[in-house]
């Protein structure tokens, strides 16, 4: 008997074949001469439907059980489906109580509700779509840079560097009596390591060679945060691209990956002038210097009609060193652009990169940071060309393309503050 997936088997043009089906039961319903049973293996979005005659055992057949089903293809009087299997053994490989099992056949549960389990959720309807639409939004995602000759770079998880300066990161070291225990402070094989916070300045090395380079992978955070847009574990989708001359050229690189409609642009000088007139009272600063928070970004979007608006040129002292100088006065700006969405608020964080040796070495002399990028400099010294990229939170893209409101629904297994399960 032919093996098949439950994709294949749906595809199936033929009636009348012997197949064996192996799945996870997702409704069970009895009429009066059969049991109508809905079968999936999760190859496809529709389940297949099988049919089990009085003469079968389907007493164990309850919802999320696993079964191994061997039957002939028929064509269904459905107009749901082109075929139905009609059963002639039905094993339940793996039973399912449905006292015990958190999920209700017929009941729709709330993301809040399903969150509780996190090796269990993706079982459900909702969860299991969503982590489809994830899976095509990342392939998408990287055929839209192979399209546009960006060369992908797996830059390194565990680096020596604090790529934001922000002081947010995981050290690494090893656990329990491999740590040298005369050591106060332990590292990774005598040498200081962290998870990283951006690949940024890996793709900067590589964009001296390329060009035009990308990563897609994990980035950390030890952001103390319980809010509903961070993660301690997110995946970031970089951008580095060299001769990138202006904030217009970087930004149009983001509206051809992301952005199909109307957006705004205004710089960081107007959305504080924004933010002072109106009338809204805020619980953080509005005064030129400080940091955009997500209320002052959720209304500057509102303000500009509900579109994606880049705000670009923030005060040099906001950016990392890496920023390029604007060197502008008397209010001294960097030419770092950040795209803020609806609902969501940020979701892209990007600058033109200092590429003046001149500039950089100032800049990381002043931050006592010239010691440990000496190789950043350096790659200044040796054919340095104009450059700048950008970052974007995969999770929250996902956030904004299916409208929903917490990032812990979006990804397969949540990591934030205080929890870290399974
Ligand atoms: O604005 P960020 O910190 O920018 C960078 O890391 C740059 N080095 C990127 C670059 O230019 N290559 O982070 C970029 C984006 C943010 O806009 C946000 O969407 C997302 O990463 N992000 C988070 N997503 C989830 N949880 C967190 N804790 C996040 N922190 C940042
Ligand atoms: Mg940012």
Redesign the pocket.
């Known amino acids: 008997r032919m093996k098949m997936r439950v994709s294949d088997a749906l595809a199936s043009k033929e009636t009348g074949t012997n197949v064996r089906i192996q799945g996870w039961v997702r409704s069970v319903r009895p009429q009066k001469d059969n049991l109508f049973l809905n079968v999936n293996d999760g190859s496809s979005l529709q389940p297949l439907q099988v049919v089990a005659g009085s003469h079968l055992n389907t007493r164990d057949l309850t919802f999320g059980c696993a079964v191994d089903i061997t039957g002939t293809l028929e064509k269904s009087p459905s107009k749901k489906q082109n075929v139905e299997l009609q059963a002639q053994r039905i094993e339940v490989v793996g039973e399912c109580n449905p006292v015990d099992f958190p999920f209700k056949i017929k009941e729709r549960h709330s993301l809040e509700y399903v969150r509780q389990f996190p090796h269990l959720r993706c079982r459900t309807n909702a969860f299991s779509s969503l982590l489809r639409i994830r899976s095509e939004a990342s392939a998408a995602i990287q055929s839209f840079f192979r399209d546009n000759s960006y060369l992908q770079i797996h830059t390194p998880v565990i680096t020596s560097n604090d790529?934001?300066g922000a002081g947010e990161l995981f050290q690494v070291k090893p656990a329990g009596d491999k740590n040298d225990s005369d050591d106060p402070n332990p590292h990774f094989f005598s040498v200081p390591a962290y998870l990283t916070?951006?690949?940024?300045l890996h793709?900067e090395v590589m964009a001296g060679a390329f060009s035009a380079v990308y990563t897609f992978g994990p980035?950390f955070?030890a952001?103390n945060?319980q809010s509903r847009?961070?993660?301690?574990e997110?995946y970031?989708v970089?951008?580095?691209i060299a001769f990138t001359e202006s904030l217009d050229d970087l930004m149009k690189d983001q509206v051809d990956l992301m952005l199909k409609r109307k957006f705004n642009i205004i710089s960081y000088t107007e959305a504080i002038d924004i933010l002072k007139s109106s009338s809204q009272n805020f619980t953080f600063s509005t005064e030129w210097g400080c940091d955009l928070q997500t209320e002052h970004e959720k209304f500057l979007v509102k303000h500009c009609g509900n579109v994606p608006v880049f705000v670009i040129n923030y005060p040099y002292e906001l950016k990392?060193f890496y920023a390029r100088d604007n060197q502008d006065q008397p209010k001294h700006t960097a030419a770092a652009v950040?795209l803020l969405v609806p609902e969501v608020g940020?979701?892209?964080?990007?600058?033109l990169r200092e590429e003046r040796l001149e500039l950089l070495s100032q800049r990381l002399a002043h931050a006592g940071l010239k010691d440990t990028y000496e190789w950043y400099l350096q790659l200044r010294e040796f054919g340095s060309v104009p450059h700048g990229?950008?970052?974007?939170?995969f999770?929250?893209y996902l956030l904004c393309i299916l409208g929903l409101h917490n990032?812990k629904d979006v990804i397969p297994f949540a990591r934030f503050s205080h929890s870290c399960l399974l």
């Open positions: 790529c934001e916070v951006s690949g940024q793709l980035t955070r952001e945060s847009r961070h993660l301690a997110f970031m970089e951008a580095e990392p950040d940020e979701l892209c964080g990007g600058s990229g950008f970052g974007m939170g999770e929250r990032i």
